[in-house]
């Protein structure tokens, strides 16, 4: 299987290889501030280095769906030698039919609403002729909204504590995670005009501002400075604001349409598609060649008759493939040992080939191209063979930067949105330039592999500057050299994903990857009040520098240019006080710059306040498990770089438990031992199944799988993260519907079928009894697989559906995510897991003989190891 890379520590400055445009004889025709950090770290605030920061507890959200591929049940886990069938691809799913209910019952997201109303911090009265600051939120009670339950700003508590020293233990720790690209509905507030700002620090007008009724003027909830307004807030009472959207909604969009992009219309047939170039290996041998030919030609199939496509190859050569020539496939050859000249590229691009053609128009050229693709014939192993990737991918930036124009209407389209690059590679660049040589055991390797990695990442940064994302989608059973490869996708704001096979998963993935609705020139600002910190940025972006984006006089704001602006991304924001919180309220505002796919111009505001506590109990109340335990996830990743750094971070999460025992739990009477909170019971057992499990456990063998899963995991949306580290375990219920379980291997009952999703994987266990039920197992197996298809439906990458039985040599994958409870006492079984007081003796005895004996300890187990007490009160 492909190698993973391992993440990069920071963001390094954008630098470009050169892009030749001259010309040159046709080729050959033939048939910091804070600590920023995605997969790593760049510090953003110098005022301090925030290394072992933690966020707090949870909020419970449902996990998003999408769909994904289904294996047969009885079906072997893929192994890398065996790949399936060819993908097909259908329809999205219908809104699904799978009824559940949970239990024991789980918070669901509490909705917001623009007429809410929370109490607003009293400020200094400021008198302006007889009209007073009103501030545009009327006092009520505290709670009524929070903009931390939305999909767009989830906070890892709702309320901050006053005191400094309280505030900032960075066991527990303060944040949120922000998802700048998400788009719900219904949609945000929508206002074409201009934003009203403080000219002093440049924040935005929000709900939260108080207003002088009879000049207009209004005061900046960040740095308390007054404005104007050009007369427009003038009313004649508070509850004619609210016709601004802007002081009714905490979340609002501005639209700038302007004079560079006129007649925005925002529906999806004016929509620009961006061409996609597939750039895809010609050295894989013919059987993952075959599974390949399947995928490429379910994915043209499955694009929109508009969508501009390119197709290039390569090996020791790259073959540029030509839609002019009718339904035949002819292809120009460029050399791969060397980058393309200025004048190769000229001749492509202003020569008579078409390159990037409508699929509406070029569909028979494309399935005629995959069709003729052949397998590798030379007698050498899959990682020596010469494969010029870096060279193929600098054509395909080199023709997307030129004209492309439509020879079918004859006009020159400008693209809506990033470009794509998707290259399909079984194996590393071992030619040409960004390469690495074929053996490790090279004398001059390391020297080599710094070279290949510098011009990678160049590679990745001159396609951003043009609005072009590099995904690289790797399957087979050779490794693919993932820390070369992983700096071109990251910086070009793309994703490496590593596959079994060319089969239905990776069919699925390079759909997605190609649909995937992506903004360019992201700006993520983020402005806190009460002087609160930004300490730490975790994300698929860099610091932004202050020339690339309008400042102003006292602007402290915190601000982070995106790579691309994804719905299936998020940023993790670590916080801190600098002292001690006098006010009864603090202010968050995120604004997210970005150009949309219709090339319009976005601002999205969104203003959040919090309410500040004294007590430390009113404030557990307030920490949202799941989220805490997902930010603390995050910042223990981004240290973990090795294999011996993730077995450094499972202690320092040991310590981190121990920590929040000891500084906000109560002593157990004649004893040294601390009670946990019984506020945060949720999060110790994320926090165990996050050093259990893939990112951090011993579960994935390869460390460059593990690197990919690490760098997927910095920069994903909390429902996939929340995924990667607590999984979802849902047992099928006779009638249809599903119930929600703890993750605990309690919930293997022979006469069950249980679905545990783990956000990159989604296991489907039938228990022995039900198997042998032939109609029942069919109709529990379909359930199962509908559910999970469902459940995925959204996700990128899509996760593998893997089904088996019980007593199968698969059945490990699902049993080494699931916590062995079965090991506690009986009592201690059924306060964690209720549903086992509905079996008899008979069905407990002999759930309890199915389980095998070993040596991993359960949750209960590790804290009693752990000299800390858990109450389940």
Not at 508 to 524: D, I, K, M, P, Y
Request: charge should be neutral; include cysteine.
């Amino acid at each position: 299987m492909a190698t993973p890379p391992p993440p990069s520590p920071g963001y390094s400055a954008t630098i470009s290889p050169p892009h030749p445009n001259t010309p040159t004889p046709r080729p050959e025709k033939r048939p910091t501030a804070p600590p920023f950090s995605s997969p790593a770290a760049t510090r953003f605030s110098p005022q301090r280095s925030q290394q072992d920061q933690l966020p707090s507890p949870s909020t419970k959200t449902p996990n998003l769906p999408s769909p994904a591929n289904g294996i047969k049940f009885g079906s072997p886990v893929p192994h890398l030698s065996t790949p399936p069938g060819p993908p097909v691809f259908s329809s999205p799913l219908r809104p699904a039919a799978v009824p559940f209910r949970t239990s024991p019952a789980s918070p669901q997201p509490v909705a917001f609403s623009s007429a809410s109303s929370l109490p607003t911090s009293s400020p200094p009265p400021y008198l302006n002729g007889s009209a007073e600051l009103q501030p545009q939120v009327s006092d009520g009670t505290e709670g009524s909204m929070f903009i931390g339950e939305s999909p767009y700003v989830l906070f890892s508590a709702h309320k901050v504590l006053k005191r400094k020293k309280q505030a900032n233990v960075p066991s527990l720790g303060f944040g949120a995670l922000v998802s700048p690209g998400r788009e719900i509905s219904p949609g945000p507030q929508i206002i074409q005009r201009e934003p009203h700002r403080c000219q002093s620090c440049g924040a935005y007008a929000n709900l939260y501002c108080n207003i002088l009724l009879g000049s207009g003027q209004w005061q900046c909830v960040i740095c308390r400075k007054l404005n104007g307004s050009k007369g427009e807030y003038i009313a004649p009472s508070k509850e004619d604001l609210r016709n601004f959207p802007e002081l009714s909604s905490p979340l609002v969009d501005y639209i700038q349409t302007g004079n560079k992009r006129p007649g925005f219309i925002p529906v999806s047939d004016s929509r620009m598609s961006a061409p996609i170039f597939l750039v895809i290996d010609e050295c894989l041998d013919e059987e993952h060649l075959q599974h390949l030919q399947g995928s490429l030609h379910a994915f043209v199939d499955s694009l929109p008759p508009t969508t501009r496509i390119g197709i290039i190859s390569y090996g020791r050569t790259v073959s540029i493939y030509d839609f002019s020539e009718g339904s035949m496939a002819s292809a120009d050859v460029l050399p791969g040992n060397k980058s393309p000249t200025q004048e190769a590229l000229k001749t492509l691009i202003y020569g008579t080939g078409i390159y990037l053609s409508s699929i509406h128009a070029s569909l028979p050229i494309a399935h005629t191209v995959f069709s003729s693709l052949r397998p590798y014939k030379l007698n050498f192993p899959e990682a020596s063979r010469d494969r010029c990737l870096g060279t193929a991918v600098e054509v395909a930036l080199g023709i997307i930067q030129g004209p492309s124009a439509e020879m079918s209407r004859g006009v020159v389209k400008r693209s809506g949105g990033n470009s794509r690059i998707i290259v399909c590679t079984g194996g590393p660049n071992t030619y040409g330039p960004g390469s690495v040589p074929h053996s490790f055991s090279h004398p001059n390797y390391p020297y080599m592999e710094k070279t290949a990695l510098k011009w990678m990442e160049n590679l990745g940064h001159e396609a951003h500057r043009h609005d072009i994302v590099v995904d690289i989608l790797c399957a087979g059973t050779c490794p693919v050299r993932v820390p070369v490869l992983q700096p071109l996708a990251k910086a070009s704001g793309g994703v490496l994903v590593l596959h079994d096979d060319f089969g239905e998963a990776f069919g699925v993935n390079l759909l997605r990857a190609s649909t995937r609705a992506a903004g360019s020139h992201g700006l993520l600002e983020i402005r806190c009040s009460d002087d609160i910190l930004v300490t730490q940025v975790i994300g698929p972006g860099e610091e932004a520098h202050t020339d690339a984006y309008e400042t102003f006089k006292n602007d402290i704001s915190t601000s982070i240019r995106m790579l691309s602006v994804e719905e299936t991304q998020s940023f993790s924001f670590s916080m801190e006080t600098k002292g001690d919180i006098k006010s009864d309220y603090v202010f968050f505002q995120f604004a997210i710059q970005y150009s949309n796919v219709y090339q319009a111009d976005i601002s999205r505001v969104i203003t959040v306040r919090l309410q500040t506590v004294d007590s430390v109990s009113a404030y557990l109340e307030s920490v949202q498990d799941e989220v805490a335990a997902v930010l603390i996830a995050k910042r223990t990743l981004l240290q973990a770089k090795t294999s011996s750094d993730a077995v450094n971070m499972r202690v320092m999460i040991d310590e981190r438990v121990k920590d929040i025992a000891f500084k906000f739990g109560s002593q157990v009477p004649k004893s040294k031992l601390c009670r946990f909170p019984k506020e945060l019971s949720l999060l110790p057992e994320n926090l165990f199944h996050l050093r259990r499990g893939p990112l951090l456990g011993s579960i994935v063998g390869h460390e460059d799988e593990r690197s990919v899963l690490r760098n997927l995991f910095l920069n994903a949306s909390f429902d996939l993260s929340l995924r990667m580290v607590a999984p979802r375990c849902l047992m099928h219920r006779d009638g249809g519907t599903f119930e929600e379980l703890p993750a605990h291997d309690l919930a293997m009952q022979s006469d069950t079928a249980v679905v545990l999703d783990h956000g990159t994987d989604v296991f489907i266990w039938l228990g022995a009894e039900l198997a042998a039920q032939e109609g029942r197992s069919a109709a529990a197996l379909a359930a199962c697989r509908t559910l999970s298809e469902e459940l995925t439906e959204l996700r990128f990458p899509a996760p593998r559906i893997l089904a088996f039985k019980e007593g199968s040599s698969q059945a490990r994958y699902f049993v080494s995510r699931l916590i062995p409870a079965h090991r506690d006492p009986p009592y201690e079984q059924e306060a964690r897991f209720p549903q086992l007081r509905s079996l008899t003796t008979e069905q407990r005895a002999k759930l309890k003989n199915s389980f095998l004996h070993f040596d991993d300890p359960s949750f209960l187990e590790f804290f009693c190891i752990r000299k800390f007490k858990q109450s389940w009160d």
